[in-house]
């Protein structure tokens, strides 16, 4: 249980503050470290307005800054981390 969060904090620490990341599930640890609050996550998990995704995500869908959640689908975050990718390379080259 501990493990995928001690994972999230070695990446987290590597990460350059203009890094995106995506994951699977269990997001809550990765949630925090892209800079939700503690209470945010919380109010997420039991549905309230003030959660990071409004009360609507619960435990998959968290999503912050630099952070495009995780998802209840198995293999989902590979084929929307390479849209995702494309995005950015496209906002990259138009120099928005």
């Known amino acids: 249980m501990?493990?995928?969060?001690?994972?999230a904090v070695g990446m987290r620490a590597a990460m350059r503050p203009q890094d995106s990341i995506i994951s699977a599930y269990r997001v809550h640890g990765w949630t925090y470290l892209m800079g939700v609050s503690p209470v945010g996550?919380?109010?997420?998990?039991?549905?309230?307005?003030?959660?990071?995704?409004?009360?609507?995500?619960?435990?998959?869908?968290?999503?912050?800054?630099?952070?495009y959640g995780g998802n209840g689908i198995v293999g989902a975050q590979v084929c929307v981390?390479?849209?995702?990718?494309?995005?950015?390379?496209?906002?990259?080259?138009?120099?928005?």
């Open 2 to 7: 501990l493990s995928q969060e001690a994972c």
């Open 41 to 67: 996550v919380i109010a997420e998990l039991t549905g309230r307005q003030s959660g990071c995704a409004r009360g609507k995500g619960g435990s998959m869908h968290m999503y912050a800054e630099n952070f």
């Open 81 to 96: 981390s390479t849209t995702i990718g494309e995005w950015m390379a496209l906002i990259k080259l138009s120099g928005s």
